[in-house]
């Protein structure tokens, strides 16, 4: 297919290839196992020849997904797996090693920050730095240096990190750049606008967008010379160079690991990408109209969003996202003297659930739940305050879920 947008792109790539019975989706295959009649064919499989051979590595129905994540990110290849926290796994542990130092932004998701402490009893050293400022990026690079970390939109306090500049200091430093791009998704930024490595999108949340299937996914942009990687094991180094990656994770996260997308769910989240983009675009309106009568509200002490003024990277959002949006998170602080869980419980929009990216609103009060484990202080660092909620905005009438929170107040007051 010659290049087209996005949402023509995903809508009919299946029927690109030849499908079974002409369907206009790839079918869901259930198979765990493939027969070869040739030997030498099974065998090939087992090396990087396209194929099948077990499903823990890949089905035809999750080879399917990954295409579509590809063109979505013009990458050079992806792989899917089970969750987003099992893709960010996947890499970490496949291409990192004991003695290794990464650098973290302090503004990640709690379950990501959880995981990389576990690392420090594998022997990998972390510094975990202020992100929005290339300077500490720059002071924490050691000579054993392999990887950084950030998101594109923090989680759960919208900070934005200087992508462009980390991309530019990663590329000269010969250092992979890991970025989360699921808050952003590819239809405000694509991995290759920021020179990204690698980049990871939980496939839950807005990719698929109906809350009905968990999955991950690592795209490969291109922009890494593998050949000079130094982890890279020497079964891998036989491959072609803009290979190596993937296949390593894919061999030792996949295969040894199994940390592997159902067909079921692949197809789910294959089909909820169709609309991703109409979606999308639906979200990032309502966000910042509903950010806009936030900050003017008196029930909330702060408001914090990209597209505001106020917000600290409004300028550095602008040029990221080329105004296109900033996002589907709004994080805002309920003022002190009001009943936090009297005026969550009399919402009737707005639905009270831990996720993001969804059709529907979301809220979640963020200290009691997702960060309930993590300290005071490393909370304040993070810019969370104890009445903070996380508002995950959906598709649906704004004036709806204006008007849902007023009456909420008014029956908490």
Request: with cysteine; hydrophobic share 40%.
């Amino acid at each position: 297919m010659d290049k087209k947008g996005i949402t023509t792109t995903i809508v009919h790539m299946d029927r690109q290839k030849a499908i079974e019975h002409n369907a206009v989706h790839k079918p869901i295959h259930i198979a765990s196992q493939y027969a070869f009649k040739d030997v030498r064919d099974l065998i090939a499989v087992f090396g990087n020849t396209p194929g099948y051979a077990y499903s823990r590595q890949g089905t035809p129905t999750v080879s399917a997904l990954e295409q579509k994540i590809t063109a979505l990110e013009d990458g050079v290849g992806s792989l899917c797996f089970a969750s987003g926290m099992a893709a960010i796994a996947a890499v970490m542990l496949t291409l990192l090693k004991a003695g290794d130092h990464f650098i973290a932004s302090h503004y990640i998701f709690g379950n990501t920050k959880s995981l990389f402490n576990t690392l420090g009893n594998l022997g990998i050293e972390m510094t975990v730095v202020d992100t929005t400022n290339i300077g500490e990026v720059k002071a924490a690079i050691k000579s054993n240096t392999r990887l950084l970390f950030t998101e594109s939109i923090a989680n759960p306090v919208t900070q934005v990190s200087d992508l462009k500049a980390m991309g530019d200091l990663c590329e000269s430093k010969g250092i992979l750049y890991f970025v989360d791009t699921t808050m952003a998704t590819p239809y405000l930024l694509r991995g290759k606008d920021i020179k990204a490595s690698l980049v990871m999108h939980s496939l839950s949340k807005a990719l698929c967008g109906h809350a009905n299937a968990l999955g991950g996914s690592i795209t490969d942009t291109g922009m890494f010379n593998w050949d000079n990687y130094p982890n890279i094991l020497e079964i891998y180094k036989s491959y072609p160079v803009a290979n190596r990656g993937l296949i390593q994770i894919k061999k030792k996260a996949l295969r040894d690991m199994g940390a592997s997308l159902s067909s079921d769910a692949a197809s789910r989240i294959a089909i909820g990408l169709e609309t991703f983009e109409l979606r999308i675009q639906k979200m990032n309106e309502n966000a910042l109209k509903l950010a806009q009568y936030m900050q003017q509200s008196p029930l909330f002490s702060e408001v914090k969003y990209p597209g505001l003024d106020s917000h600290p990277q409004h300028e550095l959002a602008n040029q990221l996202f080329q105004q296109k949006g900033y996002g589907t998170l709004i994080a805002a602080s309920l003022r002190e003297d009001i009943d936090l869980v009297a005026f969550l419980n009399h919402l009737q929009v707005i639905i009270l659930a831990t996720h993001l990216g969804d059709n529907r609103t979301l809220c979640l009060p963020v200290a009691p739940t997702i960060y309930a484990e993590m300290s005071a202080e490393d909370r304040a660092v993070m810019g969370i305050s104890d009445n903070l909620l996380r508002i995950s905005v959906g598709i649906e009438n704004v004036e709806d879920l204006i008007e849902d929170i007023e009456q909420a107040y008014q029956k908490t007051v």
